[in-house]
């Protein structure tokens, strides 16, 4: 076999390949055996044709459909001989076959890129911080009580704590209803805050037998329209809260804290923990944004190709049947996500250049510590665990992640920024 590699670009080759008589014959002859039992011809037994009869009647069109299979067998061979490492999959660009001879094919692939890399030591970040007030543990305990109320049927809405049930009908500009349009008894939660506040004004007030409308900018995707409805009311209720007491915490923690001010103080610390995590996380984008910017690179277009693939595999396991949701726009979906998987790819391979850089890699015994962690938050046997790591690249790879940011963020110059976000959590 003789190979020869072309550079087309940083990141694609092309390999020429060619094999002769004497390499192809052995793998010819496996065919014809391989073949031979579905032979049948008049005077034989099947699968019992003598082997220079297959090869003179069937010889030709039994080594035309073996050529995929040799090429890829020695595609394979000469990317192991060069030490070469392609990502995604390879494109046949040329194809000569001459019975007798010789087999002549060209391949192109994908590589990933030599990244040269520049200062990833010293840079500088901000650390967002959150510091937790009591009105937002008083909103957390609001979302507790109206979790835990009850409803009794009132007159009209006299303020934001009511649901109020509508029949909701779509209508056109010109107020005129749209037909197939219309949803029966909607429910209405005045106190949402991701209710849209044209139709929380409208239903101000609001009363049974009412009908109230609201116009409002309806958003999809990455667009929005405007829409006009009709809210025919059917019901309203008041939202009855129940008194945030010893007995209401005992209730919803099983019995597990006691009291009113125990539960304040743990629900303080929870909020302070997942600021903590969130202020830890967006530092770490921040970085790695960072990073990305200071390195630009040639990236290989299947890398991203591979993401976008798995973001749709993530839709289809998402569902119960294991299919796209109906309607579902895959090539619109790809397009709107390939900025998202384009960053993705760059700061995968960059990563992995600086931590081969500073040889951080992974022990038996870090594995081994985080299958016993994870075997007890899921409650398997660390042993199953920690087999199914050992045969999973997954456990190594969040590791070596793990101890990369870590690595990096004892290196960066990291300035502290007060934020006043909302917490998304609860």
Do not use: C
């Not at 600086?354 to 899921?378: L, P, Y």
């Amino acid at each position: 076999m003789q190979v020869s590699i072309t550079n087309v670009s940083e990141v694609q080759q092309e390999a020429d390949i060619q094999i002769t008589q004497e390499e192809l014959q052995p793998v010819f002859e496996r065919a014809y055996e391989k073949y031979r039992p579905k032979v049948e011809i008049k005077g034989f037994r099947k699968g019992k044709v003598p082997m220079p009869m297959i090869r003179q009647l069937y010889g030709e069109a039994i080594e035309q459909d073996a050529l995929d299979d040799i090429a890829s067998d020695f595609y394979r061979k000469a990317m192991e001989e060069k030490d070469i490492h392609p990502v995604g999959q390879p494109t046949m660009v040329d194809m000569d076959f001459k019975r007798g001879e010789h087999f002549h094919f060209k391949i192109k692939y994908e590589v990933k890129p030599g990244i040269s890399l520049g200062s990833y030591r010293g840079i500088r970040v901000e650390k967002p911080i959150h510091i937790v007030t009591d009105a937002e543990v008083e909103s957390e305990i609001q979302k507790i009580r109206r979790a835990n109320s009850t409803t009794e049927e009132a007159p009209a809405v006299t303020d934001t704590g009511f649901v109020v049930t509508a029949d909701v009908q779509e209508l056109d500009e010109s107020g005129t209803p749209l037909i197939g349009k219309k949803t029966p008894a909607a429910r209405f939660d005045l106190s949402d805050d991701t209710l849209a506040p044209e139709i929380a004004e409208a239903l101000r007030g609001g009363a049974p037998g009412g009908t109230y409308r609201a116009k409002f900018e309806s958003q999809h995707g990455d667009h929005s329209h405007t829409m006009h409805i009709a809210l025919n009311v059917t019901k309203v209720e008041k939202v009855i809260l129940p008194a945030f007491d010893d007995e209401l915490v005992r209730k919803i923690t099983g019995g597990k804290t006691p009291s009113v001010d125990e539960f304040r103080k743990n629900l303080r610390s929870d909020i302070e923990r997942y600021w903590d995590e969130e202020s830890m996380s967006r530092l770490n984008d921040n970085i790695a944004k960072s990073l990305v910017e200071a390195h630009p690179f040639p990236l290989p277009d299947s890398i991203v190709t591979g993401l976008l693939d798995s973001y749709v595999d993530d839709v289809r396991n998402r569902s119960r049947d294991r299919k796209l949701p109906k309607g579902f726009d895959e090539q619109k979906f790809r397009e709107e996500n390939r900025a998202s998987a384009t960053w993705q790819a760059r700061w995968l391979l960059l990563s992995d250049r600086i931590a081969e850089e500073e040889k951080i890699t992974v022990t038996d015994g870090e594995v081994e510590a985080m299958a016993e962690r994870e075997a007890g938050k899921i409650g398997i046997d660390k042993a199953r665990m920690l087999e199914y790591y050992r045969k999973s690249s997954s456990a190594s790879q969040r590791i070596v992640s793990d101890k990369l940011m870590a690595f990096l963020r004892s290196h960066a110059t990291v300035t502290e920024k007060v934020i006043a976000d909302t917490p998304q959590h609860s």
